[in-house]
């Protein structure tokens, strides 16, 4: 499944039984940053969400946020 996880640009998170991190891909941590080893253990919404439920990316400015569309 791993061969497979790693061809593919998006991103995989398996997690145990539990709810914690026991593998990511290679598309995952190109689009947060965040390696296999830093994740492993932690629950996926701990770190993605971050402290202001910004964007997952770790260089991502926290100020940045998506907005609403304007009204037409």
Partial sequence: MSLVANE???AI???D???L???V???FTKLTEYSLEEVRG???GH???GAAHGSPHRGADPGCRQSSPPDL
């Fill in 25 to 27: 891909n290679q598309g």
């Fill in 47 to 49: 770190f993605l969400q």
């Fill in 8 to 10: 593919t640009d998006n």
């Fill in 21 to 23: 991190i026991q593998y």
């Fill in 13 to 15: 998170v398996i997690t």
């Fill in 17 to 19: 039984k539990d709810g």
């Fill in 42 to 44: 932690k629950k996926p």
